[in-house]
């Protein structure tokens, strides 16, 4: 696999990862890390609840990391009680 499309694929690993994570958070918002394997690689995910934008809202941020390369996403989290 050339250089190239490995970094893509390294890419598209962490963009995944970190997407998870936010689901995760979704599911149960108890959860600060999950840990995921893509391409043959270890990815650590941190996840840290930022500030809350409306009384049943707040932010998350989902932080991928393998080896020397994260990528960081945003979302938002809401619990209307239903």
């Known amino acids: ?8 694929f390294e890419t598209y690993c962490l963009v ?9 958070r979704r599911a149960n918002d108890g959860i600060t890390s ?9 990815i650590h995910v941190r996840l840290r609840e930022g ?3 409306s009384t049943s809202c707040y932010e ?8 020397t390369r ?4 945003k979302g ?4 209307f009680g239903g």
Not at 34 to 42: D, E, Q, S
């Open 60 to 67: 998350i941020e989902s932080v991928a990391h393998s080896g």
């Open 34 to 42: 999950i840990n995921l394997h893509c391409g043959g690689k270890n």
């Open 70 to 73: 994260s990528i960081k996403l």
């Open 16 to 24: 995944q990862a970190a997407l998870s994570g936010l689901e995760a």
């Open 1 to 8: 696999m050339g250089s190239l499309v490995r970094k893509d």
């Open 76 to 79: 938002v989290v809401c619990d």
């Open 51 to 53: 500030s809350w934008i």
